[in-house]
Each structure stands twice: as structure tokens, then as C-alpha cells.
């Protein structure tokens, strides 16, 4: 199994402009969330999903969008990136709340520039 | 709002050294996990503990649960530089959505 796939694994992007970061996981999970952490930080929530069509705020939504139209993807909107987004970001997948534990992608790090 | 405290924030000793971190909180969970996240890559799970007062073993990582499921520890033996790393630990609510992460103990084993 693949697990969570996240792509790309490291973007410039430079002031203004928008990207979307892809998260797909193969494990028929259906909470999924995105995370950033800041160099030498812990994780903050941006979003979150508990299921297909479901989305829900975390702590640090702002300059964020997500969607959730299947099961398998939960892809991260950046619109009008500034440099306070620059960031590792990780997206997770869990099979049923938060007592089974949770899978990591191996992350996509983003500077704004 | 439930918090996890993570301490110490950083620690750096030498390899064959025992250690302990630790992660407190006021609130009770139902659940209690720890993860380890190396360099360039994402946290991954080591153990989830469930019953307070429960002690989990993984090679010379031991894992405890509070009795009163508030808090937890992480006790290395005889460090390898192989432990180094972000240790994070994490709880989880009967019926909660999302974790909540401590801040995390960053974790350096010199040779």
C-alpha cells in the first residue's frame, strides 16, 4: 500500500500566486487533515474532513481552502500565497477518529518568495 | 480547550544515556499516542495507549498512560543516535474528530 501520497514534495511560489497541494491516501480512510509546521515547531490544523463532502475549520484556516469529493483525495488550496504560508505541510488520514492513530505523508515544503 | 504539554522542549544527550520526556495535561483523554518524526519526513506512529496506567513496551522505548488518563511518558534506554528526532505526543477524545498535539520534544543522541 502507498498509504498518503502528497505532492509536490517542495514548490516556490512567489508572492500572490495560488497552488494546490494534493493529498491522496489508498486505505479507504475517512478522516483526513492538513497540517503545516513551522521550522523547529509542532503541527497546526488548517482543515480537516470526516468524510466525502465534509470539511471543517481548524486552528489556522485562514488564506486556505479545501474540498472533499471522494473518499481517496483532499487536496489544500493556496489562494494569493504571502510569505507567512511559507511551511512544511502534511496531510493525514485516519480510518475512524482519533483513537486508531494517524498516517503522515512525507509532506510538501512550500516557500513564498 | 484541551492542551498537551510537552517537556523538555529539547534535549541532547550522549549515546548509552537513559531519558524521559513528557507530556501533561488537565484534561482527561481517552487516548494517548506517541509519534517520532525524522528529518524531511512526516510523524510516524509508535504506540497508542488507552487504559490508565498502562505500560507499552517497543525495544528500549517504554510508554506509559497516567492513571488518571491526564498524562504519559516516554522512557529511552541506552540512547542510539538512531532515537534522534521530533517526538510528538498526541490525545484523543471519546468521540473527537482530531487530535490534539503537544508541542513536541526535539530529541538529539550524539555518537
Known amino acids: 500500500n502507498a498509504g498518503v501520497t502528497q505532492t509536490p514534495k517542495f514548490r516556490i511560489l512567489k508572492i500572490g500566486q495560488s497552488m494546490t497541494l494534493q493529498c491522496t491516501q489508498d486505505?479507504?480512510?475517512?478522516?483526513m487533515y492538513w497540517y503545516r509546521q513551522d521550522p523547529g515547531m509542532g503541527l497546526k490544523l488548517i482543515y480537516y474532513s470526516v468524510g466525502a463532502g465534509i470539511t471543517d475549520k481548524g486552528e489556522v484556516p485562514n488564506g486556505y481552502n479545501v474540498s472533499r469529493s471522494t473518499t481517496e483525495d483532499f487536496p489544500l488550496r493556496l489562494e494569493l500565497a504571502a510569505p507567512s504560508q511559507t511551511s512544511v505541510y502534511f496531510c493525514a488520514s485516519s480510518i475512524w477518529g482519533t483513537d486508531y492513530g494517524y498516517t503522515f505523508g512525507s509532506g510538501t515544503r512550500l516557500t513564498v518568495v | 480547550t484541551q492542551l498537551l504539554e510537552q517537556s523538555p522542549q529539547f534535549l541532547s544527550i550522549q549515546e548509552g544515556e537513559n531519558l524521559t520526556v513528557y507530556c501533561n495535561s488537565s484534561?482527561?483523554?481517552?487516548?494517548l499516542q506517541w509519534y517520532r518524526q525524522e528529518p524531511g519526513e512526516g510523524p510516524v506512529l509508535l504506540v497508542t495507549?488507552?487504559?490508565?496506567?498502562e505500560v507499552k513496551k517497543l525495544k528500549r522505548l517504554t510508554f506509559q498512560f497516567g492513571d488518571a488518563r491526564k498524562d504519559s511518558s516516554l522512557h529511552i534506554t541506552a540512547a542510539q543516535p538512531g532515537d534522534t528526532g521530533l517526538y510528538l505526543c498526541?490525545?484523543?477524545?471519546?468521540?473527537?474528530?482530531?487530535?490534539?498535539f503537544g508541542q513536541g520534544t526535539r530529541l538529539t543522541i550524539n555518537p
Open positions: 484534561s482527561v483523554f481517552s487516548s
Open positions: 495507549v488507552v487504559t490508565g496506567g
Open positions: 498526541a490525545g484523543g477524545g471519546q468521540g473527537a474528530q482530531k487530535l490534539v
Open positions: 486505505m479507504n480512510h475517512n478522516y
